[in-house]
């Protein structure tokens, strides 16, 4: 926890210092301690993007940021004062049970950070992709290595400049810092609830009731929690923001974050259109900023894509960067990519073509576990949520935002329907339900008290979860230990061995006995299952070989017989 907390400060004194700067420079004004932060850490995003396309994301990007945090910190000294004692004002405001819930849930998020990771794609891809742009950056063809590293994500460029791997293996805590500033500003919510009686502050104030759900992205740098984060504050501000400049610019910026972080959040950006939209002739003059802005992530997006697959639009087929030799096979993509693949989670695979729209959707939300019940909650919020809205929201404009909801739902239906592309929602209507409720303070400091609890448990008692799944590798919760309170626990949670082998002109490392042949775990580079290469060459014809002498100039998949 102690080695946490200091990477945590070396976060928020970079990431709120290129915050303030952010914001000057997109004309956005600087009041809100998370807010800002976040922009910032959109600013560290995009600037080692940039880095990673040339070399690798380590002690010298840390000393580059470093210093352009500290200058701008300093050129923005006013700003911070100005920022820090509005911060604390705000806290000392805060009732003492509000305080008490405030400090306990902190120290929680901070408990679950120092614990080993529980999400399965850290295990698969996640500890890897950050490892390679550490050590090689944007590494041409490495989706030809392991499919999975060609959805480097923009939440992992952010995790590697702040992965310190020069210092310590394991730091690997973004999201924690990230619903650590969450969890503030909820709470900051919450007390403004007290003062004015607005429902909408309510919603949005009950956010730790989900804890229990989130929980579970804290110790991962999973993209997911990042987009979540971002939507509830982009939510927010479509509600509540007055200035439609002022909406519009902190709408477009967060969304462009969030759609750098995971493409399926691209839906979002119907938000900032509707209001550009709406005061197109007041407000259209004021977005030269903005306009670079999208420009600018566009093209990183593009670049890190044509880099990693030779497909700007991954996975997307069509416009492919015909001159590079590293390019994915297109029949690889094509059939992990198709309607079937996407689908068989939740139907036998091969019957997705065959199946009616009405048996889809069977199938789909009467799993068993917990996408059943994520599934089934969804159903009935989109049924009451109209009439909720109308009844105790009529003036805070919530219409859009539950459109964009089934929107965003019919076209995950179209490609991958998994609910953690569309929780989100879920949690943020379920809050709204919630607050239309509830009204009395002891009961809501009761369910605060019920959601501490419960995360409290999960951190330190271990359980097992094999009624919500039938994952073996989900099956069991990683309880936090009393040598956690300095050193967090390694960033997989897998205790693989590794062995060496040879294919072609590639000497890599494979792990030993793991459930699937996705799995990598946090071996030394390169690192891909023997299995999986050998069904690639079996059923696709192809191995991957290196482009050169050394790691950094790639990999392309090369045709065997």
């Not at 448990?457 to 069991?476: A, E, H, I």
């Amino acid at each position: 926890m102690a080695l946490i907390l200091l990477s945590w400060l070396f976060i928020f004194v970079t990431a709120a210092s290129l915050g303030i700067s952010f914001s000057k420079l997109l004309g956005i004004p600087v009041r809100n301690l998370t807010i800002t932060t976040v922009l910032g850490l959109f600013a560290v995003t995009l600037l080692a993007s940039l880095w990673a396309i040339f070399g690798p994301i380590s002690l010298g990007f840390t000393v580059i940021l470093t210093t352009i945090s500290l200058i701008s910190g300093y050129y923005f000294r006013v700003d911070w004062q100005l920022l820090g004692k509005t911060s604390v004002k705000s806290l000392s405001t805060f009732s003492i049970p509000l305080k008490s819930f405030f400090t306990l849930s902190s120290i929680l998020i901070l408990a679950q950070s120092a614990t080993s990771p529980f999400i399965v794609d850290n295990e698969t891809y996640y500890i890897q992709t950050i490892t390679w742009l550490n050590e090689y950056g944007l590494v041409p063809g490495l989706a030809n290595l392991h499919l999975f590293f060609g959805q480097t994500s923009g939440w992992h460029i952010a995790q590697s400049a702040y992965s310190l791997s020069f210092l310590y293996n394991n730091f690997n805590d973004l999201n924690g810092f990230l619903l650590l500033l969450m969890n503030f500003w909820a709470f900051e919510r919450l007390h403004s609830y007290w003062v004015t009686q607005n429902k909408i502050d309510l919603a949005f104030g009950l956010l730790p009731l989900s804890y229990l759900f989130l929980f579970q992205f804290v110790n991962a740098p999973s993209p997911d929690l990042a987009v979540y984060s971002i939507a509830f504050l982009a939510f927010f501000i479509y509600t509540s923001a007055e200035n439609p400049t002022e909406k519009l610019k902190l709408l477009s910026v967060l969304l462009l974050f969030a759609t750098y972080i995971k493409i399926t959040a691209f839906v979002l950006l119907l938000l900032p259109i509707i209001v550009w939209i709406k005061h197109y002739k007041q407000i259209n003059n004021q977005l030269i900023a903005i306009r670079l802005l999208a420009g600018l992530v566009l093209f990183l997006f593009v670049i890190k894509n044509s880099i990693l697959t030779g497909y700007p639009l991954y996975p997307l087929t069509f416009l492919p960067y015909s001159d590079a030799d590293y390019m994915l096979p297109k029949d690889i993509l094509s059939y992990f990519f198709s309607h079937g693949m996407m689908h068989s989670f939740y139907l036998p695979f091969g019957t997705f073509e065959q199946a009616s729209w009405l048996n889809i959707l069977k199938h789909y939300f009467w799993l068993n576990g917990i996408d059943s019940l994520i599934g089934i909650t969804t159903i009935v919020l989109l049924i009451i949520t109209p009439f909720i809205l109308k009844k105790y929201y009529p003036k805070q404009g919530l219409t859009p935002i539950y459109w964009v909801f089934i929107v965003l739902l019919i076209l995950l239906m179209l490609s991958s329907p998994q609910y953690r592309f569309y929780v989100y929602f879920t949690i943020f209507f379920g809050l709204l339900v919630l607050a239309a409720l509830l009204s009395k303070e002891k009961i809501i400091l009761s369910l605060l008290g019920l959601s501490c609890l419960g995360c409290a448990v999960l951190v330190l008692v271990p359980m097992s979860f094999g009624s919500l799944t039938n994952n073996t590798m989900l099956m069991q919760n990683n309880t936090f230990e009393a040598e956690n309170f300095i050193f967090p626990k390694p960033n997989s949670k897998s205790n693989i061995a590794y062995t060496t082998e040879t294919k072609g002109n590639l000497n890599y490392n494979t792990p030993q006995n793991t459930e699937l042949f996705w799995i990598t775990g946090n071996g030394a580079l390169p690192t891909v299952s023997k299995a999986q290469l050998d069904y690639f060459q079996t059923y696709f014809h192809v191995i991957p070989q290196r482009r050169g002498q050394t790691l950094s100039e790639g990999f392309k998949a090369q045709k065997v017989k």
